[in-house]
């Protein structure tokens, strides 16, 4: 991996030019059709959700989506959920379980929205239901961090059987801003919080947080690299866990979760060598 420090990493997950969510979902997956709304207040869109496919196995969608345009973030709500969106995914998990299908989250946003409005409609209700719902799901859930994934706007959906990180992505309970002014009184030591919250893919991977790097290359052809990349990921580690039993697969996620960071390796491979 490049010697960049950990706010730099920061600093190109955020980069308003990196490819969003919906844009890996069109080069990863053959077809994709969106869905829409809780079925209780609204459809919010800083969540897609929705069905695709791979060949003939098909996957239940759930993404955190930015917009590119002022337009399209205030759409979006600049890709922080309101409460309606976690209960839209709650939604479509069950959906996915009821008709075995695997589920993918692409996890990418600075937080859940903070507003009133989305504190009155329950927001820390709603991602914990989502994790909780996630825990015992009995179908394959792989989860891919590709690039600001922050807060538990990020975790509610990050429960998942294998955990992918883009090289170039963060994750983290928080934002080094947030970090640094609740730590030290002083959000001007964001940097230095940066680099010690362990936000980074290669951090989390030694803290065995996450199952995979995927490597960021450089040059024209680089996403479409990373989308193989991630599409050989998905394919691979579907269909390992698709045999096993729904028991197992709980089992198997819950014990993911049970043992994070208490097996600690700092010199296993880790980046997909093959992009």
């Known amino acids: 991996m490049s010697k960049l420090t950990a706010w730099e990493r920061v600093e190109k997950a955020r980069d308003p030019k990196r490819k969003t969510a919906l844009e890996y979902i069109e080069n990863i997956f053959d077809d994709f059709m969106e869905l829409h709304g809780d079925r209780n207040f609204k459809d919010d869109k800083a969540i897609v959700c929705g069905l695709a496919n791979i060949g003939?196995?098909?996957y239940t969608i759930i993404a955190e989506q930015k917009g590119r345009s002022t337009k399209e973030n205030i759409k979006r709500n600049f890709g922080m959920p309101n409460p309606e969106s976690y209960r839209k995914a709650i939604r479509f998990m069950k959906q996915a379980e009821k008709f075995k299908r695997p589920v993918i989250t692409f996890i990418d946003t600075k937080g859940a929205y903070p507003g009133i409005g989305a504190e009155e409609r329950g927001q820390g209700e709603a991602i914990a239901k989502s994790m909780f719902e996630m825990a015992k799901l009995n179908?394959?859930?792989i989860s891919i961090v590709i690039g600001e994934g922050s807060s538990g706007g990020a975790l509610a959906i990050g429960v998942g059987n294998k955990i992918i990180m883009l090289e170039n992505a963060i994750?983290?309970?928080l934002s080094p801003e947030g970090y640094s002014s609740i730590l030290w009184k002083d959000s001007s030591k964001y940097k230095e919080a940066a680099q010690i919250m362990k936000l980074t893919a290669q951090?989390?991977?030694?803290?065995?947080?996450?199952d995979k790097i995927i490597k960021e290359p450089e040059g024209e052809e680089s996403f479409e690299k990373i989308c193989n990349s991630l599409k050989r990921e998905i394919k691979k580690n579907v269909s390992e866990l698709i045999i096993k039993?729904?028991?197992?697969?709980?089992e198997q996620r819950y014990q993911k979760f049970r043992n994070m960071g208490e097996f600690i390796t700092l010199d296993k491979p880790c980046i997909d060598r093959e992009v």
């Open 245 to 250: 039993k729904p028991e197992e697969i709980v």
């Open 171 to 173: 994750y983290s309970i």
């Open 203 to 210: 951090d989390l991977y030694d803290l065995n947080i996450i």
């Open 139 to 141: 179908v394959p859930i």
């Open 56 to 58: 003939k196995q098909n």
